[in-house]
């Protein structure tokens, strides 16, 4: 079982920057990865980004088009935390911002991951 907490969701300006936590329960962080998703009102789950797994290689990233440039995912297996730094960002950015986890390699699918957040609100203004 692996329980997941976010935070550091807010309201700011157009361009300002947000850096999302989610703290994570469990001694096996490690072999989980990690994806970032948000939802809009009235609009389904989205995928946003996702950080694999560490392995011997280390671990891999990936964007959704919309954020690529802007956003920064990234992990500290240490803290068992996962990280989504916002930067440039957008009133259509506006969303709740889940934090999701799934043993095995990375995916964009929401269908794919086995633990949820709660979610952290983001909202930005023009």
């Known amino acids: 079982q692996m329980q997941l907490v976010e935070s550091g969701g807010g309201s700011v300006q157009a361009g300002d920057s947000l850096k999302l936590s989610c703290a994570a329960s469990?001694?096996?962080?490690?072999?989980?990865?990690m994806g970032w998703f948000r939802q809009a009102p009235g609009k389904e789950r989205d995928f946003v980004a996702t950080?694999?797994?560490?392995?011997?290689?280390?671990?891999?990233?990936r964007y959704a088009d919309s954020v690529k440039g802007r956003f920064t995912i990234s992990r500290d297996n240490a803290e068992n935390t996962v990280y989504l730094q916002m930067n440039s960002l957008k009133p259509e950015d506006t969303a709740v911002y889940y934090c999701?986890?799934?043993?095995?390699?990375?995916?964009?699918?929401?269908?794919?991951?086995?633990?949820w957040g709660q979610g952290t609100q983001v909202t930005v203004s023009s």
């Open positions: 999701a986890a799934r043993r095995g390699g990375t995916s964009t699918f929401t269908s794919e991951y086995n633990y």
């Open positions: 950080i694999t797994y560490i392995s011997w290689s280390g671990s891999t990233t």
């Open positions: 469990g001694r096996s962080f490690s072999t989980y990865s």
